[in-house]
């Protein structure tokens, strides 16, 4: 785990590598096909699981991402293999881990178009007033600034869906954090969105409004994406992407920052490159094994 530009991917694929372990994509926008520049995913991505599995106008929610998970840590269980999970999404790691029992399945995807439509033309102040007429304890809880949450919040008061129980298989787990110092990261961000811009960011975006997928769609939630949307129909100039895009990236690295402060069970390894870090991690697990 870690937050955005934290190093997490080389860590967990270099140590995939000395346990040939299966890695696992835990991150909600990388499961979209035709997004891998602005999601950041891996060139080692054909190697993960659950990755590239939806079109940019298909939900992907918490439940759908733990029934894959488990059922594929079944196999991988049964088959005496190892397996590394990695990904920006802090939630579904958690739910993962630590067992939560009462995930509600996809919303409907009807509901769903109806209040972004809301958002689109209404603005996130007719969200929060939706939600609070429905539920105020869930208004309360939610953050205010996420449109993307609020929406979930408000689909959980609709919501008859059937309970999700995932069961994950008796694995030994272990869950470490990259926690590079805030200023090394934002700068990290910064230059990983000026690379993302060179190798072809924006051909991305323009690939994928050529086939019919707009801002409104979940894909499109990603960070950046909107901005080059903005961007391509003469709304705003690149440097006001680079700006805008690094500016959320940034609060959406404090807010996980914040998030994995709270993350139960959880190791941080100490600052350093990568081999020092892969060190720090096997020396937990070749302790762990040896204990059994």
Do not use: C
Not at 5 to 20: I, M
Not at 42 to 50: F, G, L, N
Not at 118 to 129: A, D, H, Q, S
Not at 163 to 185: A, E, G, L, Q
């Amino acid at each position: 785990m870690g937050t955005t530009a934290s190093g997490k991917t080389d860590l967990a694929e270099a140590v995939a590598d000395q346990w040939q372990a299966q890695l696992i994509n835990a991150d909600s926008f990388q499961v979209y096909r035709g997004m891998d520049i602005g999601t950041a995913k891996s060139p080692r991505k054909s190697e993960y699981a659950i990755m590239d599995i939806k079109d940019p106008d298909e939900q992907f929610g918490l439940g759908e991402f733990l029934g894959i998970a488990v059922k594929l840590l079944q196999s991988l269980f049964q088959q005496g293999r190892h397996a590394v999970v990695t990904g920006g999404s802090g939630i579904n790691i958690r739910a993962l881990f630590e067992g939560y029992h009462e995930i509600h399945s996809a919303p409907e995807p009807e509901l769903r178009e109806f209040l972004t439509k809301i958002y689109n033309e209404m603005g996130l102040e007719k969200l929060l007033e939706i939600l609070k007429d429905r539920d105020e304890a869930s208004f309360v809880r939610v953050d205010q600034k996420n449109p993307r949450r609020i929406i979930r919040a408000i689909e959980k008061t609709y919501s008859n869906a059937s309970i999700v129980y995932p069961s994950m298989p008796p694995f030994r787990k272990h869950k470490f954090w990259i926690n590079p110092d805030k200023d090394i990261t934002s700068r990290r961000i910064v230059d990983r969105i000026d690379d993302m811009l060179a190798n072809g960011w924006i051909d991305e975006v323009k690939i994928l409004l050529q086939n019919g997928y707009t801002s409104s769609l979940p894909g499109f939630q990603a960070h950046g994406y909107r901005w080059i949307e903005q961007y391509l129909n003469g709304v705003i100039d690149l440097d006001e992407v680079r700006t805008r895009t690094s500016r959320e990236i940034v609060k959406y690295a404090k807010r996980q920052r914040t998030w994995l402060r709270k993350e139960p069970n959880l190791i941080e390894l100490l600052p350093g490159n990568n081999l020092n870090l892969v060190q720090q991690v096997n020396t937990i697990l070749f302790a762990n094994e040896d204990q059994n």
